[in-house]
């Protein structure tokens, strides 16, 4: 029997959340008596969101028995992997955040400008080298794991308005902040790192929900009986 799996770690690397988060503080200064409130000053917060969509790479470095090691924890016991579908889960933040400080240095206001980039980088699709490229069986294999690499993106496609909305009604529903002086960037950091990276990994691994259904025991022997046995075949070699 075989098994064709989904995960979401590169075959050298555990599965990783990449936080980048280069802040640009700009201090606005705004002098003179009778002046409005200076933090009206300052633009907006705002969020903007970007689903990574980059294209697969295609290997076929290993044998079906490296891919059935690479996929141990996906695999039912006795049973090979002839292909794998693998991804990087990354999600990436940068921020810009204005500034103004009073003339007492004492307290400041900050708008946080917030980019968020999530997705699967790099992805790879695994068809086992015995398999000829070009081939029945091959073209099984590969169209199968196509099914996960699609799988993969509608899920990313789903979840992309959701994570846009969770991020703008936190950060973009208000005016800037404002609180002591010296705080407001070290505050930013620690609620993204802290609560808006795991909720973006969470959102991101329901896609295993998805993969389940794919991998079926009728999709097994489907994919198996194929091509008049030929998987069968070279994997009891």
């Not at 294999?141 to 909305?165: G, M, P, T």
């Amino acid at each position: 029997m075989k098994v064709f799996a989904f995960s979401l770690c590169s075959p050298s690397a555990a599965p990783d959340l990449v936080l980048r988060l280069p802040a640009l503080m700009l201090a606005v200064l705004l002098a003179g008596p009778g002046r409005a409130d200076e933090c009206d000053q300052l633009p907006m917060p705002s969020v903007t969101v970007n689903r990574l969509d980059e294209n697969i790479t295609v290997s076929n470095q290993y044998s079906y028995r490296e891919l059935t090691h690479l996929g141990a924890t996906l695999a039912p016991a006795g049973r090979q992997v002839l292909g794998l579908t693998r991804g990087k889960a990354v999600a990436r933040f940068t921020t810009r955040t204005p500034l103004y400080i009073d003339r007492t240095g004492r307290w400041e206001c900050a708008s946080p400008q917030i980019s968020v980039s999530f997705g699967l980088s790099p992805m790879t699709v695994y068809v086992a080298k015995e398999f000829r490229e070009g081939s029945c069986a091959y073209r099984e294999i590969y169209q199968h794991e196509l099914r996960h690499v699609k799988a993969y993106r509608d899920h990313l496609n789903r979840i992309e308005k959701e994570v846009s909305d969770m991020l703008n009604q936190r950060f973009a529903t208000g005016g800037p902040w404002r609180g002591p002086a010296g705080q407001a960037q070290e505050r930013l950091q620690r609620e993204l790192e802290d609560r808006w990276l795991p909720y973006i990994r969470r959102a991101i691994n329901r896609v295993d929900q998805a993969q389940a259904l794919i991998d079926t025991p009728e999709e097994y022997a489907r994919v198996s009986n194929s091509c008049n046995g030929e998987i069968s075949r070279r994997t009891r070699q």
